[in-house]
């Protein structure tokens, strides 16, 4: 399946293929795979159609090239929100993808082979299993623009704690992969991206021949306590969609 975006802002591209039990997502968009809203539903949607198709066992995802995993939410995408509902609308997309990753009845397996920032910090702690390369560094970088990792704090809080989420939120600038791995964001560093893929490929390999219950079931008490999360999501949405308004967040995009 692919799924592929017409106009110049929503640019972008969504492969999805199965094979011998792993059901592989691929992502891309010219600018750094940033995630403008239309790529960000068809993500979500590609997901949650994996999640149904019993040919897929395990869900790998992964994005395109050989630079950044994900520059995050799209900069020309925030320069086109008018009005709060639209900024809500566009934030949303990020929770969208969240809800179908960590509701997927399979773990999510990622691989990482490029610096993330954003809402691409956010994809990794939705995952169940994230291995990384060596200098795949990831950063929060919504402060420095003015408004907060709002959407993907709660996702990624659950994932490491509030400590150490606080300092990456606070902080807003790039934190190394053995700084992800200790905190948990990587559950493994491998030093080359040849190794990443051998890994990566090994591993889906593995649980693709596991008990399918017995993983669907591991993967409910994961995320056990997160039935309020679309309610969450939604009001998280609308304070960035309401904050990426502000003259600040203006002036700072603008730079």
């Known amino acids: 399946m692919q799924y592929n975006s017409p106009s110049a802002l929503d640019a972008g591209v969504v492969n999805a ?3 011998d039990g792993v059901g592989t997502i691929r992502f891309g968009h010219p600018k750094s795979n940033s995630l ?7 993500i979500a949607e590609a997901v949650e159609r994996m999640g149904a198709d019993p040919a897929a066992r395990v869900i790998v995802l992964q994005s395109e090239g050989t630079g950044p995993f994900c520059a995050g939410a799209s900069l020309e995408e925030f320069k086109a929100v008018r009005d709060a509902e639209s900024g809500t609308r ?3 997309g990020f929770s969208q993808v969240i809800l179908a990753m960590i509701r997927a009845p399979k773990f999510v397996v ?6 993330a920032a954003g809402g691409g910090v956010g994809l990794i702690a939705a995952s169940d299993y994230a291995l990384a390369v060596s200098d795949a560094a990831l950063k929060l970088s919504e402060l420095a623009l003015g408004i907060g990792p709002f959407v993907v704090g709660p996702v990624i809080e659950r994932k490491i704690g509030l400590a150490a989420f606080s300092a990456l939120a606070i902080e807003a600038d790039w934190h190394g992969a053995a700084w992800a791995e200790r905190h948990g964001l990587y559950a493994e560093v491998l030093e080359t991206p040849p190794a990443l893929d051998a890994r990566v490929r090994d591993l889906a390999r593995k649980l693709a021949g596991f008990n399918p219950e017995a993983m669907r079931r591991l993967k409910e008490s994961f995320w ?10 939604s009001a998280r949405a609308a ?15 603008g730079a």
């Open 90 to 92: 566009f934030f949303s």
């Open 17 to 19: 293929a199965i094979s």
């Open 224 to 233: 056990e306590g997160t039935a309020h999360w679309p309610e969450l999501l």
């Open 110 to 115: 990622t691989r990482v082979q490029g610096k």
């Open 36 to 42: 403008p809203g239309s790529l960000l539903a068809r």
């Open 239 to 253: 304070i960035s969609g309401s904050l990426v308004l502000s003259e600040f967040t203006r002036k700072a995009i």
